[in-house]
């Protein structure tokens, strides 16, 4: 079993930023895949950002050159800049291994115009 421990969401205005957390504990493989997804209201989820044990990163088209994922050990970080009112959602932090795969509770993600 792999607990996450998210943090940091909340309500900025346009062009704001925010960093959300993500702490793993727990039964941790290590080699994992570390990431954020989001999914806002009607929806499907997707990938933001992504980085594995290795450092290697990606991310979703809608947020490159805005959002960085970094990490430390087991937890991840996620800097999101010049925010728009499109970044809102729910965001999900996500563990991952050859065999396993762990969702957070979720953080909502509120941008204002």
């Known amino acids: 079993q792999v607990q996450l421990v998210e943090s940091g969401g909340g309500l900025v205005q346009a062009g704001g930023s925010l960093r959300l957390s993500c702490t793993a504990s727990g039964s941790i493989f290590s080699i994992n895949i570390m990431g954020w997804y989001r999914q806002a209201p009607g929806n499907q989820r997707e990938l933001v950002a992504g980085t594995t044990s290795g450092g290697a990163t990606n991310y979703g088209s809608s947020v490159k050159g805005r959002f960085t994922i970094s990490r430390d050990k087991n937890t991840v970080y996620l800097q999101m800049n010049s925010l728009t009112p499109e970044d809102t959602a729910v965001y999900y932090c996500?563990?991952?291994?050859?065999?396993?795969?762990?969702w957070g509770q979720g953080t909502q993600v509120t941008v204002s115009s």
């Open positions: 996500n563990w991952k291994s050859a065999v396993y795969d762990y």
